[in-house]
């Protein structure tokens, strides 16, 4: 595709509610983020797919916070049992390469509101 | 513990004017640093890459340094123009993905 693509754009859920947003990179990438942000902070680093291997999850809050990329495209960034603080703007970023210098490509992220 | 800090939460200056952006890291040894811009309501957008071994790098109106001993990187934005308005970011490379700084948020008017 011609960027990456996130769905849905806004999701609103009832604390307790299970969701799952999506991420399509740019076709061909190797490598896939998922980044958590605040409001008014910079991106914090949740996940690390290279192809379909998840080579860091550090970054994930809780066991309640689960990503996949069964094909090395399309990932899934789920959240069960959501609460409040899970409110925030979930961006999904890929790169060419499994490299370190390689810039990154964001997609406009999730805006998740946990009510 | 490991931290990007960037110098201020916002900055405004005067159109024409240049801008200096700082970012500092503490517990990082990292390869490369990137700055990217973000605006309201989008993903941020890369800018900049530049690598250890080099002091400076230029693209038109932008220049970054890096300085491995100070732990810092420096931004640097010449003859402003008010669509220079939005947060800038730094980032670090660091196992293979990248940590960001909170961002400066940079408005220039008119």
């Known amino acids: 595709g011609a960027g990456v693509s996130q769905s849905p754009r806004y999701k609103v859920a009832k604390r307790g509610q299970d969701v799952a947003l999506r991420c399509d990179p740019i076709?061909?990438?190797?490598?896939l983020f998922w980044y958590q942000q605040a409001l008014g902070q910079g991106p914090e680093f949740l996940t690390y797919?290279?192809?379909?291997?998840?080579?860091?999850k550090s970054g994930l809050p809780s066991d309640r916070f689960f990503a996949e990329r069964p094909e090395g495209s399309v990932s899934t960034l789920k959240i069960q049992r959501t609460q409040k603080e899970d409110s925030a703007v979930y961006l999904c970023?890929?790169?060419?390469?499994?490299?370190?210098?390689?810039?990154?490509?964001f997609g406009s992220g999730t805006q998740l509101s946990v009510l | 513990s490991q931290k990007i800090e960037q110098n201020s939460e916002a900055l405004n200056i005067q159109e024409g004017k240049t801008a200096t952006l700082t970012c500092n890291y503490t517990n990082y040894s990292p390869a490369y640093l990137q700055w990217y811009r973000q605006d309201p309501g989008r993903g941020p957008v890369f800018l900049l890459l530049?690598?250890?071994?080099?002091k400076e790098k230029r693209k038109e109106r932008l220049k970054v340094t890096f300085d491995t001993t100070l732990k810092q990187s420096l931004f640097h934005i010449t003859a402003s123009q008010p669509a220079d308005s939005a947060t800038y970011l730094c980032a670090l490379d660091h196992n293979n993905d990248m940590r960001f700084g909170a961002g400066t948020r940079l408005t220039v008017k008119p």
């Open positions: 797919f290279q192809n379909e291997a998840q080579l860091d």
């Open positions: 076709s061909g990438h190797v490598s």
């Open positions: 530049i690598r250890e071994n080099e």
């Open positions: 970023a890929s790169s060419s390469s499994g490299l370190s210098n390689e810039k990154l490509f």
